[in-house]
């Protein structure tokens, strides 16, 4: 067996594939969230919709969106076939199970990628269909900035948004540190500095993320 | 005498490893808080014995917390309430009166039950038998100042090397993973000059037995680690995830 | 059968370096064909399975545990001895030999004992290139520790645990070669037979624990290492499978038993709490360098320890040994425990205890620390928490072992220690070559008698394992299998394994017919309290010739009111212990007659009627310089004697004042 596919057809290689499109998620989270925040300028949406603009617009990040789309599902369907995988290797489930030596969103990174997968297509459906595959936005019928108003108008979806913040604060508080110990980043020096990145970073940015819905709904944002 | 306890001990009993298995209830009258949970077994077995039923088969040895035979699933935890102890350690003062234990067999597919509470652990073996060791002969070896390992070098692989090979890693592991009793072996002989010249081949061969076992992937949850009775740390896991990158990217033989 | 012990000629300094060179060589392709079955997987047996193998021979490894890693050699904790000299204390392989024999009271042979010290340091580096972490110093060179009955530093140690790590490096020796297919391992296997053929070892019936069904293996070779049998006394520190079943076997298939009467009571280790005790854990000899060993000077005084103020403290072990003080070997302080403990000067609950103190070694390492960290004017407080650190550093894994057990925190209270059966000396009797009397039988490790005489040193057991495993066997196998070589295996349909299988069958069956009531346990506790109250630490005559009638009357008993559930044909813990209890109710009379027999005090071995004025071991060597080789038979033992000669030694009264 080659080297290559004996690593991507172990434990480890699977979790190394984990953690690396899980860390290139969250460099995409970054910049969706650092776009997405310029509508706390509260400035109409103007520079958002520049942002949005440059952002659909650009051939680099166009690219970028082809790989991300297939990080995504890799990391989808790596993640699910882990969870069978591991599932199969406890065949027999406890009684009773205390649980208290770690966390519970730690063992439940499954169910939370897919309370985050399915909020994704709804989420996609919402922005990145219309944008792309209507003419809505290029037509010039409206902008990205009037169609989150739009969206955000109803409550429910407000609430759905809100709520999956929450289950990527969880996902993100385990996998961002969980990616570096899975790829061999461990230093004695360094390793306290990015779990305590980690943290914060799965905070502030669901944060922000939620903020958006929220900020829009009660109209705090004009 | 006074502090004594009864208990109730819910007991998973499995005529071997076809058996579809039970829990049992046992009464335990007069338990004294100085008794290992072990010694509370033997009494259980020895009322079992007189009344003429089948005594509870688990596994033991040392009782003395380095052998590594012991192996109960007690109250939802692999080795009982405590940390840092393995179950023949466990003595009776950390329950009180009127108590009710649960006790499992560990839970992996990699470790099938044989009968009651003892499972097969053979699998840990065939891993040490796939890489676990330095290829040197006896007879080969130079004088042992020859050469020279820091102390912090000596100490870190003696931390990684205490680990007893209970399976209590895998058995609190969601995924029951061995990756940290697997990592605990390969670091130990990684950090060490002894160990360096077969490291890219040692990290291949038993992390491909690893696999060829059944055991889980990592997700690194940590409950390994928190219920290791020797308390091998996480960063061995990440060691070996690196060694293993490194041997199959990196290395030319691999 | 004649006792031979085939010492070879010559001075003592060259006898094994001249022998090895002569021992007649097996072809690698010969090697080939020739099985040899290795019985047992502690430190004795993973490293001549392992060497062995590596060597070319058919290997095939037996233990009646889950895996050959839990052997019991695992919790030795202490160290292992070797003359390296590395401290420059004035250590050698003379002294390490005269160490161990005056250690033994003079009742070793010089041979074995002389090529033991010879091949020590080779054995650290065995281990070191293995991977064994040993302590190392900040210069990165190996670390050495003081231990009990020597003057110089020549204890490699791995903090607490080196039994542990020397286990696992000969493990993964082993393992190694089971990956490699050169040995074969066969895991929860109890050997319950061994097989004859023309009065040579041949195979062995050993019983699957699983599937309880008996096997038949054949071999040129058996190697018994199948430890001791310290659990005859039911409470030791074995561990809870430590049995002498396969030695008893070979044994009674006529293979003599060497010394049983000399066993080792280790003075520390952690006092019986009460009736359910299972077994006693001990606490490594090593803290005699830091603790202090003393009693009340009042008896029966019920004082904290703490309230008990320095004069009225009695530091016997200094008192009585001024130079060796705590660090006396085993027997000594253990003798000397007891002592006091039966003169009412005893502690605790039970006052069968004594104290070990940390407080003043803990108080001298905190004043070096407050200097080494420049603290000006340390107040007591200060010094002890320094001085707690130091010492956490040293044995942090015994001090919470303690706790764990009793409750006691043993870095605010003096420890409680009572000696406890912890190793016997005696065993299998083997010559030079570590054969018994039976061709191709071989005993290594604690299952033979041979190197430490009538009392152990600290931190010589795990040498001896591993220097019969990995340098002596290999070499002197060869002289046997040499002769072999034109012997191809031998079908396991041979009558010899059929009726060997039929009787092991037959005796199994036994067992779960007699349907008594009375567990084996009951029998085995009875026992121990036998043995303990007196054949254990004090014997006299009228008490031996008690025990050895009460023995015969519980064998009786146990044969006609034990009861054993389950089949034979399944996993049955209670089966296995039946066997081996019945086992360690014969052993149990032999060991008397044996301390009967020798009417003299030496080492392990204190007959009352033998004393100093001082009470101290009063040995016979006119008498008693043997071997007692004692060979069984249907009706009664028969006592050969290996007369000991001492040609490099002058042999003298044995004292540590």
Redesign the interface.
Same mark, same amino acid.
């Given at each position: 067996m080659n080297a290559l596919s004996f690593l991507l057809n172990s434990t480890i290689g699977k979790k190394i594939v984990m953690g690396l499109t899980g860390l290139f998620l969250i460099s995409f989270l970054l910049v969706h969230c650092g776009v997405n925040s310029l509508i706390f300028f509260n400035d109409g949406g103007e520079l958002f919709n520049e942002g949005a603009e440059f952002m659909g617009t650009n051939l680099l990040i166009r690219t970028v969106e082809i790989l991300l789309f297939a990080g995504l599902i890799l990391h989808s369907i790596q993640g699910l076939y882990l969870v069978y995988l591991n599932r199969k290797s406890r065949n027999v489930s406890y009684h009773v199970n205390s649980g208290k030596n770690s966390t519970w969103y730690s063992k439940s990174m499954g169910l939370l990628g897919t309370l985050i997968l399915i909020f994704l297509i709804l989420h996609l459906k919402h922005f990145w269909v219309t944008s792309r595959f209507t003419d809505q936005i290029t037509g010039g019928y409206t902008t990205l900035f009037d169609e989150m108003k739009v969206v955000f108008s109803e409550l429910w979806v407000v609430i759905l948004y809100v709520f999956s913040m929450f289950s990527m604060a969880y996902h993100l508080l385990h996998g961002f540190q969980s990616a570096f110990q899975t790829l061999g980043l461990n230093h004695k020096k360094y390793t306290p500095f990015i779990k305590k990145l980690g943290f914060w970073f799965s905070i502030i940015l669901p944060f922000l993320f939620a903020m958006m819905p929220i900020s829009m709904y009660l109209g705090w944002i004009e | 005498m006074s502090g004594n306890m009864n208990l109730t001990l819910k007991v998973w009993r499995q005529k071997?490893s076809s058996d579809k298995g039970r829990f049992e209830t046992y009464k335990m009258q007069d338990i004294?808080?100085? %008794?290992?949970f072990?010694? %509370?077994f033997?009494?259980l077995?020895?009322q079992?014995?007189?009344t003429?039923?089948?005594?509870v088969?688990f596994?033991?040895?040392?009782?003395?917390?380095?052998?590594?035979?012991c192996s109960m699933y007690i109250n939802g935890r692999p080795h009982g309430p405590k940390d840092?102890?393995t179950t023949c350690?466990l003595?009776m003062?950390s329950f009180k009166d009127g108590d009710i234990i649960v006790v499992e067999p560990w839970r992996a597919a990699a470790f099938p039950v044989? =009968?009651d509470l003892?499972v097969?652990?053979?699998a840990?073996?065939r891993i040490?038998?796939?890489?676990?060791?330095?290829?040197?002969?006896?007879?080969?070896?130079?004088?042992?100042?020859n050469?020279?390992?820091? =102390?912090v070098d000596?100490?870190e692989?003696?931390a990684s090397?205490?680990c007893?090979?209970c399976g209590a890693c895998v058995a609190a592991c969601k995924n029951a993973s061995a990756m940290l009793f697997v990592s605990a072996k390969v670091n130990?002989?990684s950090i060490?000059p002894?160990?360096k010249p077969e490291r890219m081949q040692r990290v291949r061969a038993m992390v491909a037995q690893m696999d060829k076992e059944g055991f889980g992937a990592c997700t690194n949850t940590g409950a390994c680690s928190a219920e290791c009775p020797k308390e091998i740390s996480l960063s061995n896991i990440a060691a070996l995830n690196r060694e293993f990158l490194m041997a199959n990217l990196i290395d030319q033989e691999g | 059968m004649s006792i031979n012990s085939n010492i070879p000629e010559g001075p003592l300094e060259t006898k094994w370096t001249k022998y090895k060179s002569t021992i007649p060589l097996v072809n690698p392709s010969n090697k080939r064909n020739l099985e040899v079955l290795v019985i047992g997987s502690g430190l004795a047996g993973s490293?001549a399975a392992? &060497?062995l193998a590596?060597m070319g021979y058919k290997v095939k490894c037996f233990c009646f545990?889950?895996?050959?890693?839990?052997?019991?050699s695992?919790?030795a904790q202490g160290g292992i001895n070797a003359a390296?000299n !590395?401290q420059n204390d004035g250590d050698s392989v003379y002294r390490l030999f005269y160490d161990t024999i005056k250690g033994g009271d003079y009742r070793a042979r010089e041979a074995n004992v002389y090529r033991l010290a010879e091949i020590s340091p080779?054995i650290?580096?065995?281990?070191?290139?293995?991977?064994?972490?040993?302590?190392?110093? !900040?210069?990165?060179?190996?670390s050495n520790r003081s231990f009990g009955g020597t003057q110089v530093q020549r204890t490699f140690y791995?903090?607490g645990?080196t039994?542990?790590?020397l286990l696992?490096g000969a !493990?993964?020796?082993l393992?190694?070669q089971?990956?490699m297919g050169t040995v074969e391992?066969y895991?929860r296997h109890e050997m319950l037979e061994l097989v004859m053929i023309d009065g040579k070892a041949r195979g062995i019936i050993a019983r699957n624990l699983?599937t309880g069904k008996l096997e038949r293996h054949f071999g040129h070779a058996v190697l018994m290492c199948t430890g001791g049998y310290g659990n005859v006394f039911y409470l030791s &520190?074995n561990?809870?499978?430590s049995n002498v079943t396969a030695a008893w076997k070979v044994h009674k298939k006529g293979a003599y038993f060497g010394n049983p009467c000399f066993t080792q009571i280790h003075p520390t280790c952690i006092p019986v709490?009460?009736d359910?005790?299972?077994?006693l &854990?001990?606490m490594s000899e090593s803290l005699r360098n830091d603790g202090r060993i003393w009693v009340p000077k009042k008896a029966g005084d019920t004082r904290k320890a703490s309230e008990i103020p320095e004069d009225e403290r009695d530091y016997y072990l200094e008192r009585r040994y001024p130079a060796f003080g705590n660090l006396v070997p085993r027997d000594v302080a253990s003798r000397a425990a007891k002592e006091r403990c039966d003169a009412g000067f005893g502690v605790g609950q039970s006052k069968m205890a004594v104290y070990l103190d940390f407080k003043f070694n803990m108080m001298r390492y905190g004043r070096v620390e407050a200097t080494k960290q420049g603290i000006e004017n340390p107040g007591d407080d200060q010094i002890l928490a320094l001085g707690k650190e130091v010492v956490k550093e040293k044995y942090g894994n015994l001090f919470?072992?303690y706790k764990?057990?009793t409750?006691e925190d043993p870095y605010e209270v003096p420890m409680r220690i009572y000696p406890a059966v912890h190793y016997t000396m005696g065993g299998l009797w083997v010559d030079y070559n570590l054969m018994t009397n039976i061709p191709g039988l071989y005993a290594l490790g604690e299952a033979n008698f041979s190197d430490h005489g009538a009392n152990r040193l600290g931190a010589s057991a795990l040498m001896q394992g591993l220097a019969d495993g !990995?340098?002596v066997i290999?070499y002197t196998i060869g002289a046997y299998l040499s002769k072999e070589i034109s012997t191809k295996a031998i079908s396991v349909d041979h009558p010899a394994f059929e009726e060997a299988e039929n009787s092991v069958r037959e005796k199994l069956g036994k067992f779960i017919s007699i349907k008594g009531s009375k567990?084996v346990?009951h029998f085995h506790k009875k026992l121990g309290k036998i043995m303990w109250d007196k054949c254990g630490m004090a014997r006299n005559e009228a008490g031996l010739k008690e025990a050895i009638e009460e023995i015969k009357a519980l064998r009786t008993e146990f044969w006609q009111d034990v009861?054993v559930?389950?089949s034979i044909d399944?996993?049955?813990?209670?089966l296995e212990k039946a066997g081996r209890v019945a086992d360690f109710i014969e052993l149990g009379e032999l060991m008397c007659m044996d301390a009967l027999d020798r009417n003299e005090s030496c080492g392990g071995h204190f007959r009352e009627e033998f004393q100093t004025e001082e009470g101290e071991a009063l040995r016979d060597d006119n008498a008693f310089s043997y071997v007692s080789a004692w060979q069984y038979g249907e009706n009664n033992w028969t006592l050969h004697k290996e007369e000991l000669k001492f040609e490099n030694i002058k042999i003298a009264q044995r004292s540590y004042k």
């Amino acid at each position: 067996m080659n080297a290559l596919s004996f690593l991507l057809n172990s434990t480890i290689g699977k979790k190394i594939v984990m953690g690396l499109t899980g860390l290139f998620l969250i460099s995409f989270l970054l910049v969706h969230c650092g776009v997405n925040s310029l509508i706390f300028f509260n400035d109409g949406g103007e520079l958002f919709n520049e942002g949005a603009e440059f952002m659909g617009t650009n051939l680099l990040i166009r690219t970028v969106e082809i790989l991300l789309f297939a990080g995504l599902i890799l990391h989808s369907i790596q993640g699910l076939y882990l969870v069978y995988l591991n599932r199969k290797s406890r065949n027999v489930s406890y009684h009773v199970n205390s649980g208290k030596n770690s966390t519970w969103y730690s063992k439940s990174m499954g169910l939370l990628g897919t309370l985050i997968l399915i909020f994704l297509i709804l989420h996609l459906k919402h922005f990145w269909v219309t944008s792309r595959f209507t003419d809505q936005i290029t037509g010039g019928y409206t902008t990205l900035f009037d169609e989150m108003k739009v969206v955000f108008s109803e409550l429910w979806v407000v609430i759905l948004y809100v709520f999956s913040m929450f289950s990527m604060a969880y996902h993100l508080l385990h996998g961002f540190q969980s990616a570096f110990q899975t790829l061999g980043l461990n230093h004695k020096k360094y390793t306290p500095f990015i779990k305590k990145l980690g943290f914060w970073f799965s905070i502030i940015l669901p944060f922000l993320f939620a903020m958006m819905p929220i900020s829009m709904y009660l109209g705090w944002i004009e | 005498m006074s502090g004594n306890m009864n208990l109730t001990l819910k007991v998973w009993r499995q005529k071997n490893s076809s058996d579809k298995g039970r829990f049992e209830t046992y009464k335990m009258q007069d338990i004294s808080p100085d %008794m290992s949970f072990l010694e %509370m077994f033997d009494v259980l077995n020895e009322q079992l014995i007189n009344t003429g039923e089948e005594p509870v088969v688990f596994d033991h040895d040392c009782r003395e917390g380095i052998c590594g035979m012991c192996s109960m699933y007690i109250n939802g935890r692999p080795h009982g309430p405590k940390d840092a102890i393995t179950t023949c350690q466990l003595h009776m003062r950390s329950f009180k009166d009127g108590d009710i234990i649960v006790v499992e067999p560990w839970r992996a597919a990699a470790f099938p039950v044989l =009968k009651d509470l003892a499972v097969d652990r053979s699998a840990f073996d065939r891993i040490i038998a796939a890489g676990g060791f330095v290829s040197v002969n006896t007879g080969n070896a130079q004088d042992g100042n020859n050469l020279p390992i820091s =102390k912090v070098d000596a100490d870190e692989a003696f931390a990684s090397a205490a680990c007893i090979g209970c399976g209590a890693c895998v058995a609190a592991c969601k995924n029951a993973s061995a990756m940290l009793f697997v990592s605990a072996k390969v670091n130990q002989l990684s950090i060490l000059p002894q160990g360096k010249p077969e490291r890219m081949q040692r990290v291949r061969a038993m992390v491909a037995q690893m696999d060829k076992e059944g055991f889980g992937a990592c997700t690194n949850t940590g409950a390994c680690s928190a219920e290791c009775p020797k308390e091998i740390s996480l960063s061995n896991i990440a060691a070996l995830n690196r060694e293993f990158l490194m041997a199959n990217l990196i290395d030319q033989e691999g | 059968m004649s006792i031979n012990s085939n010492i070879p000629e010559g001075p003592l300094e060259t006898k094994w370096t001249k022998y090895k060179s002569t021992i007649p060589l097996v072809n690698p392709s010969n090697k080939r064909n020739l099985e040899v079955l290795v019985i047992g997987s502690g430190l004795a047996g993973s490293s001549a399975a392992a &060497t062995l193998a590596e060597m070319g021979y058919k290997v095939k490894c037996f233990c009646f545990q889950d895996s050959p890693r839990r052997a019991h050699s695992i919790a030795a904790q202490g160290g292992i001895n070797a003359a390296k000299n !590395y401290q420059n204390d004035g250590d050698s392989v003379y002294r390490l030999f005269y160490d161990t024999i005056k250690g033994g009271d003079y009742r070793a042979r010089e041979a074995n004992v002389y090529r033991l010290a010879e091949i020590s340091p080779n054995i650290i580096d065995q281990c070191v290139a293995q991977g064994v972490p040993f302590a190392r110093e !900040y210069g990165g060179m190996l670390s050495n520790r003081s231990f009990g009955g020597t003057q110089v530093q020549r204890t490699f140690y791995a903090a607490g645990q080196t039994g542990q790590q020397l286990l696992l490096g000969a !493990y993964s020796a082993l393992e190694r070669q089971i990956g490699m297919g050169t040995v074969e391992m066969y895991s929860r296997h109890e050997m319950l037979e061994l097989v004859m053929i023309d009065g040579k070892a041949r195979g062995i019936i050993a019983r699957n624990l699983i599937t309880g069904k008996l096997e038949r293996h054949f071999g040129h070779a058996v190697l018994m290492c199948t430890g001791g049998y310290g659990n005859v006394f039911y409470l030791s &520190t074995n561990a809870m499978g430590s049995n002498v079943t396969a030695a008893w076997k070979v044994h009674k298939k006529g293979a003599y038993f060497g010394n049983p009467c000399f066993t080792q009571i280790h003075p520390t280790c952690i006092p019986v709490s009460g009736d359910h005790q299972s077994k006693l &854990t001990l606490m490594s000899e090593s803290l005699r360098n830091d603790g202090r060993i003393w009693v009340p000077k009042k008896a029966g005084d019920t004082r904290k320890a703490s309230e008990i103020p320095e004069d009225e403290r009695d530091y016997y072990l200094e008192r009585r040994y001024p130079a060796f003080g705590n660090l006396v070997p085993r027997d000594v302080a253990s003798r000397a425990a007891k002592e006091r403990c039966d003169a009412g000067f005893g502690v605790g609950q039970s006052k069968m205890a004594v104290y070990l103190d940390f407080k003043f070694n803990m108080m001298r390492y905190g004043r070096v620390e407050a200097t080494k960290q420049g603290i000006e004017n340390p107040g007591d407080d200060q010094i002890l928490a320094l001085g707690k650190e130091v010492v956490k550093e040293k044995y942090g894994n015994l001090f919470d072992m303690y706790k764990q057990i009793t409750g006691e925190d043993p870095y605010e209270v003096p420890m409680r220690i009572y000696p406890a059966v912890h190793y016997t000396m005696g065993g299998l009797w083997v010559d030079y070559n570590l054969m018994t009397n039976i061709p191709g039988l071989y005993a290594l490790g604690e299952a033979n008698f041979s190197d430490h005489g009538a009392n152990r040193l600290g931190a010589s057991a795990l040498m001896q394992g591993l220097a019969d495993g !990995y340098f002596v066997i290999p070499y002197t196998i060869g002289a046997y299998l040499s002769k072999e070589i034109s012997t191809k295996a031998i079908s396991v349909d041979h009558p010899a394994f059929e009726e060997a299988e039929n009787s092991v069958r037959e005796k199994l069956g036994k067992f779960i017919s007699i349907k008594g009531s009375k567990s084996v346990d009951h029998f085995h506790k009875k026992l121990g309290k036998i043995m303990w109250d007196k054949c254990g630490m004090a014997r006299n005559e009228a008490g031996l010739k008690e025990a050895i009638e009460e023995i015969k009357a519980l064998r009786t008993e146990f044969w006609q009111d034990v009861r054993v559930p389950g089949s034979i044909d399944e996993l049955n813990p209670e089966l296995e212990k039946a066997g081996r209890v019945a086992d360690f109710i014969e052993l149990g009379e032999l060991m008397c007659m044996d301390a009967l027999d020798r009417n003299e005090s030496c080492g392990g071995h204190f007959r009352e009627e033998f004393q100093t004025e001082e009470g101290e071991a009063l040995r016979d060597d006119n008498a008693f310089s043997y071997v007692s080789a004692w060979q069984y038979g249907e009706n009664n033992w028969t006592l050969h004697k290996e007369e000991l000669k001492f040609e490099n030694i002058k042999i003298a009264q044995r004292s540590y004042k």
